[in-house]
């Protein structure tokens, strides 16, 4: 890996880690939205797709900036590790597409 991508990535993990508490806890801007238009209750318990890190906090984690920082490194490497993975798969496809 180069040296480029992981100081990005520990750039990346400690803003995950250390920062994500300090976060609003308002609601975003679709949540506002939906409060302000008084529609929020429609969705109640009708998710889609169950979430593994429901409101940016780790499940089980009792400390909430605890929780809300275990979020933040594990979504942080989700994140690299798909877009890791992607950018190698279609360096693989043009390096063959070149041949």
Not at 15 to 33: H, M, N, Q, R
Not at 70 to 84: K, Q, S
């Amino acid at each position: 890996m180069k040296k480029e991508i992981l100081i990005g990535l520990l750039i990346a993990l400690a803003i995950g880690v250390f920062l994500s508490p300090f976060a609003s806890k308002s609601p975003d801007g679709l949540d506002k939205t939906a409060e302000d238009l008084k529609f929020s209750s429609v969705s109640e318990g009708k998710e889609i797709v169950h979430s593994l890190i429901p409101d940016y906090a780790m499940p089980g984690v009792k400390n909430e900036s605890l929780a809300t920082s275990a979020a933040g490194l594990v979504g942080t490497l989700a994140v690299f590790g798909l877009a890791y993975g992607a950018g190698k798969v279609m360096q693989r496809k043009k390096q063959k597409q070149s041949l």
